[in-house]
């Protein structure tokens, strides 16, 4: 079954933030987070990517919520997390999420990363070798030789957003981001809805800032060797930057990887194929427990 974004839907999107929610770093940060589902033993983290908020994750996981317990968050400079100057510091990111599973008291959870935010799971998966469950991986933004296609993208979007501004980055990424059925039948509705959303969420200097951050991650893929936890690589099958074959040349070089296709979705198969991203994440984090 074909899930087209269309207007309606976007319209409908909960993005309200809940009051309180705050936590503050020993750097005087203060980082956004969220917790809900059922009171179980297994937590599914959702790390945000550079152009998601934390209350967006909700409208994807209402499947899973009856399931697992759920926390998401805000990126620094992201959100209702504190905004700064200048490039963070990637490790200032691996920090924050720290930060808040040890205020919540989150052991062992399975991290469920997008696009970008899968570098920051990898980093924090290496970083905290035992304190990871598994990683849930969707259209993940490495691969198994080299970052510099990687680098050279976000290069371009970043002299986008500076030159031009948001608006321009939005209709250069808009295309790429979704597949054909959410363009071609979610129509013009569609594409202003999300763009909307995107300028309102999104500022030029946050996003020059983000795309700056994400210039200075190591992309050597040596690291992959070295991940331990459990991996699911996955991506729709339109995803214009991750393919099976690429993801498979991945799962090759690591300890304990697997490997899906999302039929009928982008980049963003939360958006294109929400009933299927819930199950794909179910189903990961049930064949782990099992073992």
Known sequence: M????TAEKVDAYDLGYIAGNRLETEEGVHIYYERYGIDAPTTVVLIPNLFLIAPLWRNFTTELATKYSIVSYDLRNKGASTQVDGVVDFQ???????????????????LVASSDSTLLAREYALAYPDEVGG???????FNAIGGRRRKRLIQSWLSTVTN???????????????????????????YLALKERFIALSSQQQLTTNLETSLTVDD????????????????GENDFQ????????????????????????????????????EASIDRFVQSTLAL
């Open 2 to 5: 074909v899930e087209v974004v």
């Open 92 to 110: 200032q990111h691996i920090h924050d999420l720290r930060a808040v599973l040890t205020h919540l008291g989150v052991e062992r959870p399975y």
């Open 135 to 141: 990683l849930g991986l969707y259209g993940p933004v």
């Open 164 to 190: 031009v501004g948001p608006t321009a980055l939005f209709n250069e990424m808009y295309p790429l981001i979704y597949s054909h059925h959410t363009v071609e039948y979610g129509g013009s509705p569609a």
């Open 220 to 235: 050597d893929p040596d690291k992959l060797r070295r991940i331990s936890a459990p991996v699911l690589l996955s991506a």
């Open 242 to 277: 991750t393919s099976e074959g690429m993801m498979r040349e991945i799962a090759a070089i690591m300890p304990d990887a697997r490997v899906e296709t999302i039929p009928h979705s982008g980049h963003a198969p939360y958006f294109e194929a929400t009933a299927e991203f």
